[in-house]
């Protein structure tokens, strides 16, 4: 796989261009990469960019799809295979959005389920689909079940600079990055990864053939 270096703006403008003409009517897109490395801004600005090209987004993060913590944390605030796929309520994400926003449902979405700070209920009216709505959702881990996803973007790091980034209260989250890569292989599941150790100088490779993240 071959790495293109580009500026950070580019490197937005080019993600949001290969979005924009992707071939469903209503793509749903995974910026799989942790908020402290930058991932959320990154598809916080992809975001931006798809509505100055006239794409109606509903941006939204995995933290807002958390299960209650009396249920993630059942088994110890540091229980590495849970992070990975217990946290995140799946089952929820697609219900309340990722399926209704892929099928134009009438009946509306929800773009979040529960606030993670306070561990409660968002509570939130539906809203209707627009023609050619873009989900932009962001969070590590994305390819543990990314059923509901067109596409998946990798943020790639090394354990190192993951490490550098995280507070002292969650560097157990390295441990299951390395499970992550080991178990998943983002890199080859991704529709684009983009090397983000130094977010001022990423690289992108586009993985040919590109393979359907389900």
């Known amino acids: 796989m071959r790495y293109r270096p580009l500026t950070p703006d580019l490197l937005v403008r080019e993600l949001a261009d290969r979005i924009d003409h992707r071939g469903e009517p209503r793509p749903r897109i995974g910026f799989d990469g942790f908020e402290d490395i930058g991932a959320g801004d990154l598809a916080d600005a992809v975001a931006d960019r798809l509505r100055e090209l006239g794409r109606p987004v509903v941006r939204t993060s995995t933290r807002w799809w958390w299960?209650?913590?009396?249920?993630?944390?059942?088994?110890?605030?540091?229980?590495?295979?849970m992070l990975l796929h217990g946290w995140?309520?799946?089952?929820?994400?697609?219900?309340?959005?990722l399926d209704p926003v892929g099928a134009g449902d009438a009946a509306g979405y929800l773009p979040r389920l529960r606030d993670p700070r306070t561990d409660r209920a968002v509570r939130e009216p539906r809203r209707p689909v627009e023609p050619r709505t873009v989900v932009v959702l962001d969070g590590p881990?994305?390819?543990?079940?990314?059923?509901?996803?067109?596409?998946?973007?990798?943020?790639?790091?090394?354990?190192g600079a993951l490490a550098r980034a995280l507070p002292p209260d969650r560097q157990w989250w390295v441990q299951a990055y390395e499970r992550y890569r080991s178990d998943e292989q983002p890199p080859d599941r991704a529709a684009a990864v983009i090397a983000y150790d130094h977010p001022a100088t990423p690289a992108i490779a586009w993985p040919a053939p590109r393979r359907s993240p389900e």
């Open 88 to 97: 995140v309520d799946g089952d929820a994400l697609r219900r309340e959005l």
């Open 141 to 159: 881990f994305l390819l543990t079940d990314p059923a509901g996803l067109d596409a998946v973007v990798h943020l790639q790091v090394s354990s």
């Open 67 to 81: 299960r209650a913590a009396s249920l993630r944390l059942e088994l110890g605030r540091t229980d590495v295979a």
